[in-house]
């Protein structure tokens, strides 16, 4: 497959040579190794600094998805009530996949571009009374970062569980897991941690444990097995030793250069994409400037442009960005800029090729 020089695609994103040179280092059995126990309660402390939070993270092999599966299947039965909070793919996803597991689920969607007001969020779990609330804190697809923080009081007076995807958002945008209320926040490490995707997270509170413990799920992208596997120094399955390392380089770079380094970082170079793109008279898909994700960017595609065209055209100049997905599909086009890709030198260069490319069609 072809590689492209200025990749800007929104995940997964590129992985820094310090990165891929910990996958290719030798390990012994994991599960039989005091080193390996270790490492994961170090990372785990780590991890517990990004999302801030005193909650225990757990560490799981898998892609994101799997983490998002784990969560509903650990905590909930079938016939439980899921409200999804809904602006996108990812938030509508979450209650798609509570009715394929036999959930009463009932989706708060928003108008394109926008967030549902939480004063209506709130008189829908009041009237609905969920097991738990769902919502993804980065929609992705829209380019959208979300304001959840209010979510916590809503799930706190319903009594419901508060289960949010910072998938997208964690390190390049604030997580205040504890502060927000969040009782299951979910990771990846494919996005601004800038891995491979191959490991997944979540960050539990005494609340969802106990939920868990209701249901006592066992499977493989179970939660409640971790509570306790790295104390007893026994997991469910062999795990990715070299994932885990390369996960500890990534906390430790993001950490070191400071949680509020890396939100100015990103947001630094979102707001000069933003503004560059209005230059060339393009539109954004959210709807105000405060949902706007520093992670990612979500634009229409011009018009006398289809997302086919727009997308060959920038890859004969090298550089690779993103489509999006389901209604989005073929409207919107996407600029990641999270992670590795949070660089002011490689979204310049990109929007010079963007540029170029929409002013010599317009000659």
């Given at each position: 497959m072809k590689t492209y020089a200025i990749g800007l695609v929104?995940?997964?994103?590129?992985?820094?040579?310090?990165?891929?040179?910990?996958?290719?280092?030798?390990?012994?059995?994991?599960?039989?190794?005091?080193?390996?126990?270790?490492?994961?309660?170090?990372?785990?402390?780590?991890?517990?600094q990004l999302l801030k939070t005193q909650n225990p993270v757990t560490?799981?092999?898998?892609?994101?998805?799997?983490?998002?599966?784990?969560?509903?299947?650990?905590?909930?039965?079938?016939?439980?009530?899921?409200?999804?909070?809904s602006n996108g793919v990812f938030g509508r996803g979450f209650g798609e996949m509570g009715q394929a597991l036999g959930m009463e689920v009932r989706i708060v969607e928003a108008p394109d571009g926008d967030f549902p007001d939480p004063e209506v969020i709130r008189r829908e779990a009041l009237a609905f009374r969920p097991r738990m609330i769902t919502a993804v804190h980065c929609e992705t697809p829209g380019g959208l970062l979300n304001p959840v923080a209010p979510l916590g009081g809503i799930a706190e007076e319903t009594g419901a569980l508060l289960c949010v995807d910072c998938v997208a958002s964690a390190g390049g945008a604030d997580v205040r897991t504890d502060?927000?209320?969040?009782?299951?926040?979910?990771?990846?490490?494919?996005?601004?941690l800038s891995l491979l995707p191959d490991l997944s997270m979540a960050a539990v509170s005494p609340k969802a444990w106990k939920a868990m413990e209701r249901v006592n799920y066992q499977g493989y992208d179970a939660l409640l097995p971790w509570r306790d596997g790295v104390r007893n120094r026994y997991l469910p399955?062999?795990?990715?030793?070299?994932?885990?390392?390369?996960?500890?380089?990534?906390?430790?770079?993001?950490l070191g250069e400071g949680l509020e380094a890396s939100f100015e970082r990103h947001e630094r170079t979102a707001r000069y994409c933003r503004e560059r793109l209005a230059a060339m008279g393009v539109s954004l898909?959210?709807?105000?400037?405060?949902?706007?994700?520093?992670?990612?960017?979500?634009?229409?595609?011009p018009e006398g442009w289809s997302w086919k065209m727009l997308d060959g055209a920038l890859r004969e100049r090298g550089m690779a960005v993103g489509g999006s997905y389901g209604p989005l599909a073929g409207k919107v086009f996407r600029i990641g800029h999270m992670g590795s890709q949070a660089d002011m030198e490689l979204v310049k260069n990109g929007m010079d090729v963007l540029e170029d490319i929409l002013g010599e069609k317009q000659k």
């Open positions: 929104p995940g997964p994103v590129s992985v820094p040579e310090e990165f891929r040179r910990a996958y290719l280092e030798n390990y012994g059995s994991a599960d039989l190794e005091e080193d390996f126990f270790l490492l994961c309660e170090e990372t785990e402390g780590l991890l517990r560490v799981q092999s898998g892609e994101a998805m799997s983490v998002l599966w784990g969560a509903l299947k650990s905590c909930l039965l079938p016939g439980d009530r899921l409200l999804a909070v502060g927000w209320g969040i009782d299951i926040g979910l990771l990846g490490s494919q996005k601004v399955y062999t795990f990715n030793w070299q994932a885990l390392s390369a996960l500890r380089l990534s906390l430790l770079r993001l898909y959210p709807k105000r400037e405060e949902l706007c994700s520093p992670t990612v960017t979500a634009a229409l595609v």
